[in-house]
């Protein structure tokens, strides 16, 4: 039904904000509420994106793409059936976070990380 993301820097609180959305709405008649988080931890392209911030050695293109893949693949396989059925959707980073350190820091722009990330679940409420 809905997908909702927190956005920050790092340490800025993130994952504290989603665990007290979620608690928030609790109260609502959602079928079911899930937490999630990008770059995934548990997928393979999202171990490449985190990695590839950690060493360094990418270019802010190669690195929007891991972390658009990423997003791509989380977004039809994990979060769009969730949202077919109804169910609520809380993430911790989304989109946004590749327009700042990609298309911003990165030097990309936002206009060409957008592109990149087109395919992917553009969240309700931010």
């Known amino acids: 039904m809905y997908l909702v993301t927190v956005e920050g820097g790092d340490g800025s609180g ?4 989603v665990r007290i959305l979620k608690k928030v709405a609790k109260e609502f008649p959602f079928p079911k509420i899930h937490l999630t988080h990008e770059p ?3 997928s393979e392209l999202g171990k490449l994106a985190m990695d590839s911030v950690k060493k360094g050695n990418k270019t802010p293109l190669e690195e929007a793409g891991l972390f658009a893949a990423d997003r791509l693949d989380h977004s039809h396989t994990w979060i769009k059936p969730k949202l077919d059925r109804g169910e609520l959707v809380i993430s911790d980073r989304n989109v946004h976070s590749s327009l700042v350190y ?8 936002i206009e060409s990380v957008a592109k990149m990330n ?3 679940m553009i969240p309700d409420l931010v």
């Open 40 to 42: 995934r931890r548990q």
């Open 102 to 109: 990609q298309g911003i820091v990165g030097d990309l722009g």
């Open 118 to 120: 087109s395919a992917s």
């Open 14 to 17: 993130k994952g504290e904000a």
